[in-house]
């Protein structure tokens, strides 16, 4: 049973930044596509970014070139470093499989709320 548990997350100003970690008990290296996700108030979940095992990402047109996702197997930890942020990326974040692979996620941590406001 895979069990991610996201954090990093809190109040920053526009423009900001904020590093997203997420972690589990040994279940990162072995999938091989992992993503992040986030839920804005009144809207459905989406995929911001992902990373393969080649290395590879993946970027949602919205944060192209402000979100740099990585993953560092040692630790077991996946990452989300968020620069430049607006209030548009309000929303709380999870971390999962991606949607893209296999069968994608299944079950959800408890995200990490990310609040970008003045």
């Known amino acids: 049973q895979v069990q991610f548990v996201e954090s990093g997350g809190g109040l920053v100003q526009p423009g900001g930044s904020l590093r997203l970690s997420c972690a589990d008990s040994?279940?990162?290296?072995?999938?091989?596509?992992m993503g992040w996700y986030r839920q804005a108030p009144g809207k459905q979940r989406e995929q911001v970014a992902s990373?393969?095992?080649?290395?590879?990402?993946y970027y949602a047109d919205s944060v192209k070139g402000r979100f740099i996702i990585s993953r560092d197997s040692n630790k077991n930890t996946l990452y989300l470093q968020m620069n430049s942020l607006k209030p548009e990326n309000t929303a709380v974040y999870y971390c999962?499989?991606?949607?893209?692979?296999?069968?994608?996620?299944?079950?959800w941590g408890q995200g990490t709320q990310v609040t970008v406001s003045s």
């Open positions: 990373i393969v095992g080649s290395g590879a990402t």
């Open positions: 999962n499989a991606d949607s893209r692979y296999g069968l994608g996620p299944v079950s």
């Open positions: 040994g279940s990162i290296v072995r999938i091989y596509a």
